[in-house]
């Protein structure tokens, strides 16, 4: 969903030495994410048609759940960004944002 994976892998790539440990790249990727999820609930506000789509209809008789989550996402980017400095803060950063994900596809994603 929009740029979120990408900047998350990335993130993962770095926190398990897959990728050079890049902090200024990695609090750009938390700073995306931040700034995507406030389109989380825009793209999701009429209520999805396609057959394709792995969004629960729940999303819209409890869109104020569904919006909630979004926050907590960016809550939880928000908090992150600054104290990422090395690997292992990094991987703190990834398990708590990866959290914010999980937690809003456990309940609203197919
Ligand atoms: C507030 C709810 C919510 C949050 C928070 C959320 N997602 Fe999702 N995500 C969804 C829903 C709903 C779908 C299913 C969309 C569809 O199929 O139409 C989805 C689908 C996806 C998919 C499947 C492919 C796609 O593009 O549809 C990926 C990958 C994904 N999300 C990544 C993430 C990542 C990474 C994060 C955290 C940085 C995140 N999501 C946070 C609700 C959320």
Redesign the pocket.
Known sequence: ??G??D??KLMIAMAKGEKAMDADAAQAAVQR?KAG?PE??TL?KAP?T?P?????PT?WDEFDQ??T??Q??EQAAAKAAPTIQDRPTLAQAVAN??G??R???RR???
Do not use: P
């Open positions: 969903m929009m979120l994976d900047d998350l994410i999820t989380i609930a999701f999805e396609d394709k789509s792995e969004a629960l999303i569904f919006t989550l979004a907590e996402l944002i990866g914010a994900c937690a809003c596809h609203f994603r197919k």
